[in-house]
């Protein structure tokens, strides 16, 4: 039997529509200048973005043909996000801090026609230009597009000039909700990046997630302040559902160092923020030093990377904010899991739930793999590897069918850990990064964690190095926090009792800043790399 019940496509065309109408005069887009912010409300970026259509179309893009954007976070990088799947081309956001070789390589795999550039990304841009092959068209949003000298073949156009004089409406084309509608490729640590295909229908799933009470729990009236940025895993949904929902976003644009950070939110009193743990590091170490009242937030995102409990617990207590816990990853769109205690837990019992990487929601199927390829209880115990599938997880990439990476129609997401019968997911490792001590497991993580809720720790990275009698230990990088001292043999003391006597670290070593990846996560495989050329300075504690 047939169902009786429309079948429109579920577009980006919608959340356009819907943002720039009903919530187009309340909702707004802010962005940083570093001084102040400008503003347009989301009527007017649906004008704008009508206006990009029309200019996009001037420019010869036609059919699924790719958009690229160079672009930090700002009220034209939101335009670009809402026109450009819109009129049916594909957005592809280039991530601005992968190796320029990568970049070109990631511009040329997915055949960008166009790229919108801000101008001061101009002077990094313009050495990757003349690599990338399949550009005709470079658009600069802000200052002067002359400034950009451009190879033979490729045109350069000013941003407010294109879109000056084009209709300020446009007539969107009915698409199939499961074609292409943005890309965006992983930072790929070890081969190429791999670019993932997200449709009008993944991302518009996606959305709803987000804005779920048990979601992000993004509302209408919200003040999102995205600093996860726009070019990685699509700035975790919140544009575009922000655009369903009616939540205004705040843009820092490039000042993402904590003071300017503080300052904006200090100004712009976001209610929500997203990021990753190591840009609150900074964050909470700017408001030690700088007091400033960021009481209009109630919840912050934390992902990315394991959030240390610590963190959480300083975010509550000092400020009376929220943090959510949630684990994914661009393959995911990148909501994976999320944690919110069940509502039966009160007290001292949620930090368990908390801390955890949380629930898969009901469109996130999870299954744990063992060593052996069978699969494992959800026993709060089996340690194994996670695999998931559903409607906004990837079961391929853009033409790379990397059989290492799916199964089955799974994904394996190279993180190691375990399942509470509740369903909760711990996360214990990347597998990569497990370290075998002896034939036992040490979960890095669970070290950098203790190690990090120390006073003077800022940040702690704790990688496995070769032992000739256990074949790997630990070996913790600790960054002080400024003004605070505090030796290994101390740290080390302080972990006895919160962590197995065996799995004790002796290897410490101090560094001034942890190395940290395009997006800001710890980078181990430049740890590794350093200790392998023997540029740390290793303390054995004996
Ligand atoms: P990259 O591999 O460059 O970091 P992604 O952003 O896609 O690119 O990273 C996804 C990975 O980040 C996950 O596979 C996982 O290892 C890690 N991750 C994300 N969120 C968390 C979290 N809450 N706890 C632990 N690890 C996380």
Same mark, same amino acid.
């Given at each position: ?10 577009? /980006? ?18 962005? #940083? ?8 409300? $989301? ?10 259509? *029309?200019?996009? &179309? ?46 070109? $390589?990631?511009?040329? *795999? ?127 949904? %919140? ?22 950070? +503080? !300052?904006?939110?200090?100004?712009? &009193? ?10 609150w590091q900074g964050v909470l170490a700017e408001l030690d030093a700088n007091p400033r009242d960021i009481s209009s937030m109630h919840e912050v995102v934390i992902g990315g990377s394991a959030c240390p409990p610590a963190m959480m617990r300083t975010f509550q207590e000092r400020y009376g904010i929220t943090v959510v816990h949630a ?7 990148? =909501? ?14 949620? #930090?368990? $739930? ?13 299954? =744990? ?16 590897? %996670?695999?998931?599938?559903?409607? #906004?997880?990837?079961?391929? $990439? ?13 994904? &394996? ?43 003077? +720790?800022?940040?702690?990275?704790? /990688? ?15 960054? %002080? ?26 290897? #410490?070593?101090?560094? !001034? ?25 290793? /303390?054995?504690? !004996?």
């Amino acid at each position: 039997m047939l169902s009786t019940m429309n079948d429109g496509p579920l577009s /980006i065309a919608r959340l356009l529509r819907q943002g720039s109408g009903p919530h187009g005069a309340s909702a707004e887009v802010v962005t #940083w200048t570093g001084d102040g912010a400008r503003r347009s409300t $989301y009527a007017e970026v649906g004008r704008d973005a009508a206006r990009l259509a *029309h200019a996009l &179309r001037g420019l010869g893009v036609t059919g699924d043909q790719r958009v690229g954007t160079f672009m930090w976070n700002n009220a034209e990088h939101l335009t670009a996000y809402l026109a450009v799947p819109s009129m049916g081309a594909v957005l592809h956001t280039l991530n601005i801090r992968l190796f320029p070789e990568q970049v070109s $390589y990631v511009a040329n *795999h997915a055949e960008d026609h166009v790229v919108l550039v801000d101008h001061t990304l101009l002077p990094l841009f313009g050495k990757l230009l003349p690599e990338m092959k399949t550009v005709r068209h470079v658009v600069v949003v802000g200052g002067d597009p002359a400034a950009l000298d451009a190879p033979s073949g490729v045109e350069v156009h000013g941003y407010a000039d294109l879109l000056a004089g084009q209709p300020d409406e446009f007539d969107w084309p009915e698409l199939d909700e499961r074609s292409a509608a943005a890309m965006c490729y992983t930072s790929g640590t070890t081969a190429n990046p791999k670019g993932v295909v997200y449709s009008h229908r993944s991302i518009y799933l996606h959305s709803m997630q987000v804005c779920m009470t048990d979601g992000m729990g993004l509302r209408q009236g919200d003040r999102g302040l995205a600093v996860v940025p726009m070019f990685h895993a699509m700035s975790w949904g %919140l544009p575009y559902a922000a655009f369903m929902i009616g939540a205004s976003m705040l843009m820092p644009d490039r000042f993402l160092q904590p003071e300017p950070l +503080v !300052t904006m939110m200090a100004a712009e &009193r976001p209610t929500m923020a997203a990021a990753v743990p190591t840009i609150w590091q900074g964050v909470l170490a700017e408001l030690d030093a700088n007091p400033r009242d960021i009481s209009s937030m109630h919840e912050v995102v934390i992902g990315g990377s394991a959030c240390p409990p610590a963190m959480m617990r300083t975010f509550q207590e000092r400020y009376g904010i929220t943090v959510v816990h949630a684990w994914g990853m661009t393959e995911t769109s990148p =909501l994976g899991s999320l944690a919110r205690p069940p509502a039966s837990a009160t007290g001292e019992d949620v #930090w368990p $739930y908390r801390e955890s990487q949380g629930r898969l929601p009901a469109s996130v199927e999870g299954r =744990l793999v063992g060593d052996d390829g069978g699969i494992l209880p959800w026993d709060g115990r089996s340690v194994g590897e %996670l695999e998931v599938r559903g409607p #906004w997880v990837a079961k391929a $990439y853009c033409g790379d069918d990397d059989p290492e990476k799916f199964h089955d129609g799974w994904l &394996r997401t190279g993180d190691v850990g375990y399942l509470t019968p509740e369903g909760f997911l711990h996360l214990t490792d990347r597998a990569k990064d497990v370290i075998k001590s002896g034939g036992e497991w040490i979960s890095s993580v669970e070290l950098e964690n203790q190690v990090m809720a120390h006073p003077a +720790v800022a940040e702690a990275m704790v /990688i496995g190095v070769p032992d000739e009698k256990w074949s790997e230990r630990p070996l913790v990088a600790v960054v %002080l926090r400024e003004g605070q001292s505090a030796d290994a043999a101390e740290l080390r003391e302080f972990l006895t009792g919160s962590v197995a006597g065996w799995q004790l670290p002796e290897y #410490w070593t101090f560094i !001034t800043e942890a190395p940290k990846t395009s997006v800001g996560k710890f980078d181990k495989k430049r740890l590794r790399q350093h200790h392998a050329e023997g540029a740390l300075d290793v /303390i054995h504690l !004996t």
